[in-house]
């Protein structure tokens, strides 16, 4: 038996938080809201929902932004210390479907050893440079893991068996914006984490606030491609016997 709440990284969204929240509560989620250094305005909708039902909504603060990184694992860090086993995580601006959630949460009761991770279906609203951009990084991601386990590693919606994810952040330094989802994808992959891909609709929409930076999380995501690429080469012996260990399975 699994014990799971959710994790969701804030920062200038209050458009859609207050939705998302009411759509986790329904699925039975205690939230935690990692507010990371949103403006007055935005941090003022994130205190009203925790004082409207302080059992169901936690509140966590960063004074300045520290990045998607820095928020999910002080969330997962506080669930873990609260008692729960499991984190899903799930973005604030609204491009994930909650209806999506109870099957992520199935598979981590039938799997919970396993990292589960929302494998997007796009519409049309999805911008193509995002698109191309995300085709290489699952090139990379498998050249650096050695397999096509990991279908998608950029989806922020997804469910940490919150055990392992904290080892490893206690043991690397993670980077802390953008680059977390994929780099904690490839570190637990390399720790023999099992990863199961769900299907999930992600949509983008046209009133959406992004915080994407071009430039300086493009920079970022390269120099962390570049870190796994070496970590990859010196443990290549193990991952080849593994990836032959899991194909000999019946």
Not at 2 to 10: E, F, H, M, S
Not at 99 to 120: K, W, Y
Not at 239 to 244: D, G, N
């Amino acid at each position: 038996m699994i014990r799971a709440c959710a994790v969701i990284p804030y920062f200038d969204h209050p458009q859609t938080v207050a939705g998302i929240v009411a759509a986790l509560k329904r699925h039975g989620l205690t939230c935690w809201i990692v507010d990371d250094g949103s403006g007055p305005a935005a941090h003022a909708v994130a205190q009203r929902l925790a004082a409207r039902d302080p059992d169901s909504v936690k509140l966590l603060t960063h004074e300045s932004n520290r990045g998607k990184g820095a928020a999910v694992l002080s969330g997962c860090r506080s669930a873990a210390a609260a008692g729960y086993s499991h984190a899903l995580q799930i973005d604030a601006d609204g491009q994930h479907d909650c209806d999506d959630v109870p099957e992520l949460l199935a598979q981590a009761a039938r799997h919970p050893q396993a990292l589960i991770l929302g494998e997007p279906r796009f519409d049309a609203s999805v911008p193509r440079s995002r698109l191309y951009g995300r085709y290489l990084t699952h090139l990379w991601v498998w050249i650096n893991t050695l397999s096509f386990q990991v279908g998608d590693s950029m989806c922020g919606l997804r469910v940490y068996p919150l055990t392992p994810l904290l080892a490893l952040a206690g043991s690397e330094r993670l980077g802390e914006r953008m680059e977390f989802d994929t780099e904690v994808v490839v570190r637990l992959h390399w720790r023999g984490t099992r990863m199961i891909g769900i299907p999930t609709r992600v949509i983008y929409p046209l009133d959406g606030v992004s915080h994407f930076d071009l430039w300086r999380d493009n920079l970022l995501i390269s120099r962390m491609h570049a870190r796994l690429f070496f970590g990859m080469l010196w443990r290549f012996p193990r991952l080849i016997v593994r990836r032959f260990r899991e194909a000999a399975r019946p």
